[in-house]
Structure formats: structure tokens, C-alpha cells
T-cell receptor, first 117, second 112 residues
Framework: GAVVSQHPSWVICKSGTSVKIECRSL??????MFWYRQFPKQSLMLMAT?????????EQGVEKDKFLINHASLTLSTLTVTSAHPEDSSFYIC?????????????FGPGTRLTVL | GQNIDQPTEMTATEGAIVQINCTYQ??????LFWYQQHAGEAPTFLSY????GLEEKGRFSSFLSRSKGYSYLLLKELQMKDSASYLC?????????????FGTGTQLKVEL
């Protein structure tokens, strides 16, 4: 149990376009989903926290108008990178909490590698 | 704010024991996680400590001292597949809003 999927696993796009990334909890209902960004050889940086049916809470320095998060159901959250630029190229990872883990841990998706040309 | 420190790199020999340290400063602490991450993949859960002491789980053990803001991950009988990045993450906040702050990770290289 506690499987989280992400789609797509990688995407290449032109500067100025928008990209949508989906995060799904496949076998449990996620009360909360998180979106992280990881640059090469750096750790995961929390971008935002998303609760089903409510607005996402963004971390300081993360532009909410650029990184649109929608959490329409207990199993799906989406991150849309609007007007992407090369500096947005990164590894985006989602996680979901509310699964069968004993410690209320977060279960991570496999990540989406975004490359903006 | 949250601040987590761990060594950037470590090298160890197959079959040996290695200890990866993590120190942290945080407010609203409510637990510490260790995750393993292979290159290009998502982190996978290894251990969780919320009380002081040692938690053992097969070849992996994790220790926590809340008063010292210190934790370590102990890996025994190292295998080549243990070569990965090990992330220390502190859980903070409350009221259902627990968040994780990750350290920069310790890149472990296991050699023959």
C-alpha cells in the first residue's frame, strides 16, 4: 500500500509555455499533499502544502501565481508551472500523507523532471 | 526557522558499519525522519524517531536526542546497493499541518 504516482515522469517544453504535473495517491486517500522542488545535488525544498478542497499554502519565496496548485480530490493534486522559464528546470516531487504508515509519514511520488528550453 | 546539518559525503567499505549524523535546530519539533534517495528517484522512508533513544529496523538503526538536537542513522553490513543519498528530515508544526524540512543529504558511497 501507499503508492503515489506522478505524471509525466519527464517533460521538455519551450520557454513561456505552461506545464501541468499530476500527483495521485493510488491506494489511499491523502488528506494532505505536498509539492517539493529539488535542484541537482541539493535537498528537497518544500514549495507548498495542499489540502483537498482548500487553497494551497505556499512557502516563503514561492510565487503562487506561477505555481498553481489544485487539489480537487483526496487522491489527486496538480501543479501547473505557468510561463515556464529555464530557471524553473528542476526535479518536482510530490508527496501524500494519510496513508497506512505508522508514523504519519509522507509517501513520495517518483518525481517529474522538467526541462525548459 | 529550521536548520539541519549533515555531512555532504561519506565513503565506506562493503560489509562495514557507517554512521551518518544529523544536527538540527527547529521550533515545534514533532519527529525526525530518515529517507534514502537514489539518483533521479523519489525518497523512500527508512525510519522515524519522536522519542529519545534508538530505533532498530533490520540493518538500519536510528537514534535521537531531542535535548541535543541530534540524530544519527546507522547502517550495518553495508551492501553496494546502499550507495545513495540519505536525507535527514525534521517534522515540525502541528494541528494536522506537519511539514518536513530536509537536510541537504549525505551522499554515501559503498566500495568493495
Amino acid at each position: 500500500g501507499a503508492v503515489v504516482s506522478q505524471h509525466p515522469s519527464w517533460v521538455i517544453c519551450k520557454s513561456g509555455t505552461s506545464v501541468k504535473i499530476e500527483c495521485r495517491s493510488l491506494d489511499f486517500q491523502a488528506t494532505t499533499m505536498f509539492w517539493y522542488r529539488q535542484f541537482p545535488k541539493q535537498s528537497l525544498m518544500l514549495m507548498a502544502t495542499s489540502n483537498e478542497g482548500s487553497k494551497a499554502t505556499y512557502e516563503q519565496g514561492v510565487e503562487k501565481d506561477k505555481f498553481l496548485i489544485n487539489h480537487a480530490s483526496l487522491t489527486l493534486s496538480t501543479l501547473t508551472v505557468t510561463s515556464a522559464h529555464p530557471e524553473d528546470s528542476s526535479f518536482y516531487i510530490c508527496s501524500a500523507r494519510g496513508g497506512p504508515g505508522r508514523y504519519n509519514e509522507q509517501f513520495f511520488g517518483p518525481g517529474t523532471r522538467l526541462t525548459v528550453l | 526557522g529550521q536548520n539541519i546539518d549533515q555531512p555532504t559525503e561519506m565513503t565506506a567499505t562493503e560489509g562495514a558499519i557507517v554512521q551518518i549524523n544529523c544536527t538540527y535546530q527547529t521550533s515545534g519539533f514533532n519527529g525526525l525522519f530518515w529517507y534514502q534517495q537514489h539518483a533521479g528517484e523519489a525518497p523512500t522512508f527508512l525510519s522515524y524517531n519522536v522519542l529519545d533513544g534508538l530505533e532498530e529496523k533490520g540493518r538500519f538503526s536510528s537514534f535521537l536526542s531531542r535535548s541535543k538536537g541530534y540524530s544519527y542513522l546507522l547502517l550495518k553490513e553495508l551492501q553496494m546497493k546502499d550507495s545513495a543519498s540519505y536525507l535527514c528530515a525534521v517534522s515540525y508544526g502541528g494541528g494536522g499541518g506537519n511539514k518536513l524540512t530536509f537536510g541537504t543529504g549525505t551522499q554515501l558511497k559503498v566500495e568493495l
